[in-house]
């Protein structure tokens, strides 16, 4: 099994910035991808952005794109998500996915691993 933790959360301002990271920990594959979903209260989870750990390649949700940044460093098994000009509609609960896929997708039944989520909440 594979395990993942996320923190970095918190309260801040629109505008602001946070970082989350994803630290996975277990059997990891350089080939699998890693996505970043959220979910806001009375919301579906829904994709934000997901990264190949052997190619780097990316992929972002639209509502994100030019915002939020996906990153990997593959010798320590973590995955980040940087988060730029954040706004009250940002505010969720995100989690850190994992996935033996070969190819990036953002595909909620695609991934295999969960962590428990992190809490982001963007005050206006």
């Known amino acids: 099994q594979v395990q993942l933790v996320e923190s970095g959360g918190g309260l801040v301002q629109a505008g602001g910035s946070l970082r989350l990271s994803c630290a996975a920990s277990?059997?990891?594959?350089?080939?699998?991808?890693m996505g970043w979903f959220r979910q806001a209260p009375g919301k579906e989870r829904e994709f934000v952005a997901a990264?190949?750990?052997?190619?780097?390649?990316?992929y972002y949700a639209d509502s994100v794109k030019g915002r939020f940044t996906i990153s990997a460093d593959n010798a320590k098994n973590t995955v980040y998500l940087q988060m730029n000009s954040l706004k009250p509609e940002d505010t969720a609960v995100y989690y850190c996915?994992?996935?033996?896929?070969?190819?990036?997708?953002?595909?909620?039944?695609?991934?295999?691993?969960w962590g428990q989520g992190t809490q982001v909440t963007v005050s206006s």
């Open positions: 277990g059997r990891t594959f350089s080939s699998y991808t």
């Open positions: 996915a994992a996935g033996a896929r070969t190819y990036i997708t953002s595909t909620e039944r695609s991934y295999n691993y």
């Open positions: 990264i190949r750990w052997n190619t780097l390649s990316t």
